[in-house]
C-alpha cells in the first residue's frame, strides 16, 4: 500500500480546503471533495476537519514540508541545548518514506480518537469514500476500530529522533483545539517518542500551535 501517496494526499488536501476555505462548520464530502485528492485522502480529511484538525494539518502540507518544519525547529533547539543529538537535514531526508507516512498516518487516527472514540459516522463517511479499495478500507478501518497506542507508535519509530519530531507534529496538527484527553494523548506521545519538553515546545512554537 502506497502510505506515502495517501500521507501527501491529505496532508496538500488539507492545505488547498484551508485555502478554499472549508475548515470549521464546512466539512460535508462533497464540499471537500471538491479540492481534489485521492478517496482515502477524502475520507481521511472528512473526519479530521471535523475534529477540529483541518487548520492545523493545512500547516503542513506535505510529508517534505512536515519533515523542513521538523528540521528547523530541530536547528533551533540543538542551538540552544548542547547535549541534544547532533541530527543534520539528511537525517530528515534519508527516511523511508513510506514506512514513515504509515505511522505518521497512524499517529493521526490515534490523535483524533484521543477524545473519546471516532464515531459511527465518521466511520462511514471514510467507508464511504474508500469502498472502491478494500486494501485501503481494510487498513483504515482497523486503525480507527483499534488505534494505535502511542507506545505501539514509538516502537515503530525506534531511535529515529528525526522521525519522532514529525509523527508529534502530525499528531499535534490534528488536535488543534486541545482538550483534557487530546492534551494527556499527546504528553504520552511525547514521552513515548523521548523527545525532552524543550524540543516540543520548540516544535510548537515554530509550528504555530
Not at 496538500?12 to 462548520?25: F, P, Q, S, V
Not at 460535508?28 to 477540529?52: C, E, H, P, T, Y
Not at 473519546?116 to 480507527?144: C, F, H, N, R, Y
Request: hydrophobic residues 45%; glycine residues 8%; negative net charge.
Amino acid at each position: 500500500m502506497d502510505f506515502n501517496k495517501i500521507l501527501n494526499q491529505v496532508l496538500n488536501t488539507a492545505k488547498d480546503a484551508a485555502t478554499n476555505g472549508l475548515i470549521k462548520g464546512n466539512t460535508k464530502n462533497d464540499q471537500i471533495a471538491k479540492v481534489g485528492g485521492g478517496a482515502a485522502a477524502l475520507g481521511l480529511i472528512s473526519m479530521l476537519f471535523g475534529r477540529k484538525g483541518g487548520s492545523g494539518l493545512a500547516k503542513l502540507g506535505s510529508l517534505a514540508a512536515l519533515g523542513s518544519l521538523a528540521y528547523q525547529a530541530y536547528q533551533r533547539y540543538q542551538e540552544q541545548n548542547a547535549s541534544a543529538s547532533q541530527l543534520s537535514q539528511n537525517n530528515f531526508e534519508e527516511v523511508d518514506a513510506n514506512e514513515a507516512s504509515k505511522v505518521i498516518l497512524q499517529a493521526m487516527i490515534a490523535a483524533a480518537a484521543a477524545d473519546g472514540t471516532i464515531t459511527e459516522d465518521e466511520k462511514a463517511a471514510i467507508v464511504a469514500q474508500v469502498s472502491q479499495d478494500p486494501e485501503v478500507l481494510a487498513w483504515i478501518s482497523q486503525e480507527m476500530n483499534n488505534p494505535a497506542s502511542v507506545e505501539e507508535i514509538a516502537h515503530q519509530v525506534g531511535n529515529d529522533q528525526a522521525l519522532a519530531t514529525q509523527v508529534y507534529l502530525a499528531a499535534r496538527a490534528v488536535c488543534t483545539n486541545l482538550e483534557r484527553k487530546e492534551i494527556i494523548f499527546l504528553s504520552n506521545l511525547a514521552n513515548a517518542l523521548g523527545l525532552p519538553d524543550a524540543l516540543v515546545e520548540q516544535l510548537e512554537k515554530d509550528a504555530g500551535f
